[in-house]
T-cell receptor, first 110, second 114 residues
Framework: EDKVVQSPLSLVVHEGDTVTLNCSYEVTNFRSLLWYKQEKKAPTFLFMLTSSGIEKKSGRLSSILDKKELFSILNITATQTGDSAVYLCAVLHNTDKLIFGTGTRLQVFP | EPEVTQTPSHQVTQMGQEVILRCVPISNHLYFYWYRQILGQKVEFLVSFYNNEISEKSEIFDDQFSVERPDGSNFTLKIRSTKLEDSAMYFC????????????FGPGTRLLVL
């Protein structure tokens, strides 16, 4: 059965800390891996990763994919209270459906 | 920036009633999806839709569910006879087309079946 596993489930940090969120997957017919940020409602798109070893960056956030070891990490540097959210990892299957992990709940305190 | 929109934001219904959840995908997008998230659980794929046809559906998407694109802008999910276990947040998503694989999500409709 296809699965996506995220760790940790929950993380509490102080502003300014750096965090690393993990996502491992066992998905047949993998096409790409996506990260989303979910605050109150809609998951908002962060990154799509298709190739191994190529880091994607957006401001303080970055992400990389390892297709040999079947995992991805999402890094957030110099965290801010506005980074508090649930971060979702999802694998895009060849059939065009997203398979989601349970998410990592990040809380950033001042 | 264009967004996926969904109505209503909340819906409360009695078991056995029919509900229709509405979505307006981003205007030039061609592929449409419904996902759901039961409280405390993962987001789960329900169905994908392209060119006025269902492309893929999950085991969850049984005969009580149907989808429709009744006009050029709306995309609906109908649940014919709701059950208690249908209570969830339902997300609509859309993407542009071939080679543009990012799915963009709407804010969701929280459905509560009593």
């Amino acid at each position: 059965e296809d699965k996506v596993v995220q760790s940790p489930l929950s993380l509490v940090v102080h502003e300014g800390d750096t965090v690393t969120l993990n996502c491992s997957y066992e998905v047949t017919n993998f096409r790409s891996l996506l990260w989303y940020k979910q605050e109150k409602k809609a998951p908002t798109f962060l990154f799509m990763l298709t190739s191994s070893g190529i880091e994607k960056k957006s401001g303080r956030l970055s992400s990389i994919l390892d297709k040999k070891e079947l995992f991805s990490i999402l890094n957030i540097t110099a965290t801010q209270t506005g980074d508090s959210a649930v971060y979702l990892c999802a694998v895009l299957h060849n059939t065009d459906k997203l398979i989601f992990g349970t998410g990592t709940r990040l809380q950033v305190f001042p | 920036e264009p967004e996926v929109t969904q109505t209503p934001s909340h819906q409360v219904t009695q078991m056995g009633q029919e509900v229709i959840l509405r979505c307006v995908p981003i205007s030039n997008h061609l592929y449409f999806y419904w996902y759901r998230q039961i409280l405390g659980q993962k987001v789960e794929f329900l169905v994908s839709f392209y060119n006025n046809e269902i492309s893929e559906k999950s085991e969850i998407f049984d005969d009580q569910f149907s989808v429709e694109r009744p006009d050029g802008s709306n995309f609906t999910l109908k649940i014919r006879s709701t059950k208690l276990e249908d209570s969830a947040m339902y997300f609509c998503a859309s993407r542009l087309g071939t080679g543009r694989e990012t799915q963009y999500f709407g804010p969701g409709t929280r459905l509560l079946v009593l």
